[in-house]
């Protein structure tokens, strides 16, 4: 008696190991959306190379005093003998050399590469301090608003649209050296941290509304969804319902915002140390660096085309990342 192919396999697998042992068919794994996220953002070379760019730039400024160590250089030191009788660097690219790997501040005698070492530090430091504080603020004040809604909403909205109607730049140059007086006299040196600290604030003060509107935006777009209603049902708290439902599905577009503020916040504060607001001279600074060399752009182009092309880097690298972020985050993205 003949048997079929279909028949003959059957009575193979019976006969290997009685049916109990035959593998089952293989399914489709199903993946979160961070873990969607992930792939695609590890498909992209741009993001990729951006971000390993930007690791590299976190490492060097959060081991500043290690490379200083090493180097056997400060921020402060003077190399007088380096210069000559006009006060320029000795040898070729303004004293580039084995010692001085960027060279030589005309004037001073300081040394470039560790100067843009501290003032990496000083950037990142104050532009990831800014982002989040404000970031902070504006989820907790979107949040508010966009759930509670009524009057809570509406001061929200006019404190929000009285602070994007105040000019930046004017009420920045105008608090800091009042807040310097308040806690400093005359003739009392600044403290570099409070300098900082001041640029840190101004900062949040104007930088919290662009996530404030984002977040009421989708909270507002949320809390009438079926498990926010499920959940108010429930009995859940005002905690519960931002931090545990609502929260959780928009953190894609505040990490985007996120990401897009820190290079804002480094440019804004290489502006304001460029016209000589926040900052004090000890501090290093890409902004006070590159006003300093404004002077020496004939006779010494290396004095800015260091902290220049550092701080192009680092920017673009963050909104090359951002914007690879962004995309990445995006469920209809074809990337």
Not at 40 to 53: I, K, N, Q
Not at 115 to 127: K, M
Not at 164 to 188: D, N, Q, S, V
Not at 315 to 327: C, I, M, P, S, Y
């Amino acid at each position: 008696m003949s048997m079929s192919p279909v028949e003959g396999v059957a009575l193979a697998e019976i006969g290997a190991g009685g049916g109990a042992d035959v593998p089952k068919e293989k399914g489709f794994v199903g993946r979160s959306p961070g873990q969607l996220a992930w792939i695609r953002l590890r498909r992209d070379r741009t993001a990729m190379v951006s971000g390993v760019l930007l690791i590299f730039f976190v490492l060097v400024a959060l081991s500043a005093p290690l490379v200083e160590l090493l180097y056997g250089i400060g921020p402060r030191d003077q190399f007088q003998g380096k210069l000559d009788g006009f006060g320029m660097p000795l040898g070729y690219a303004g004293g580039v050399s084995g010692d001085h790997f960027f060279g030589l501040e005309p004037g001073l005698g300081r040394d470039i590469f560790v100067r843009l070492v501290y003032g990496l530090r000083t950037s990142l430091l104050i532009a990831f301090a800014a982002a989040v504080i404000t970031a902070v603020l504006g989820i907790v004040l979107g949040a508010l608003a966009g759930f509670l809604g009524g009057w809570l909403d509406a001061v929200i909205n006019w404190v929000t649209d009285l602070t994007l109607a105040m000019p930046f730049l004017i009420i920045a140059l105008a608090l800091t050296p009042t807040l310097t007086l308040r806690f400093y006299g005359e003739r009392e040196a600044v403290s570099p941290a409070f300098g900082v600290a001041v640029l840190i604030a101004v900062f949040a003060m104007f930088g919290w509304t662009s996530t404030a509107r984002l977040v009421r935006g989708q909270v507002i777009a949320l809390r009438e969804r079926e498990f926010v209603e499920a959940a108010r049902a429930s009995g859940a708290g005002l905690g519960h319902m931002i931090f545990r439902q609502l929260l959780p599905n928009i953190w894609a577009p505040i990490l985007v915002s996120f990401s897009l503020a820190v290079p804002q916040f480094i440019t804004s504060e290489a502006a304001l140390s460029f016209i000589g607001v926040g900052l004090t001279e000890e501090t290093p600074s890409f902004g006070r660096m590159i006003y300093e060399s404004l002077d020496y752009l004939q006779t010494d182009p290396a004095f800015v085309f260091f902290p220049g092309i550092t701080i192009f880097a680092l920017v673009f690298a963050f909104n090359l990342f951002g914007d690879a972020l962004r995309d990445a985050l995006d469920p209809k993205s074809s990337r």
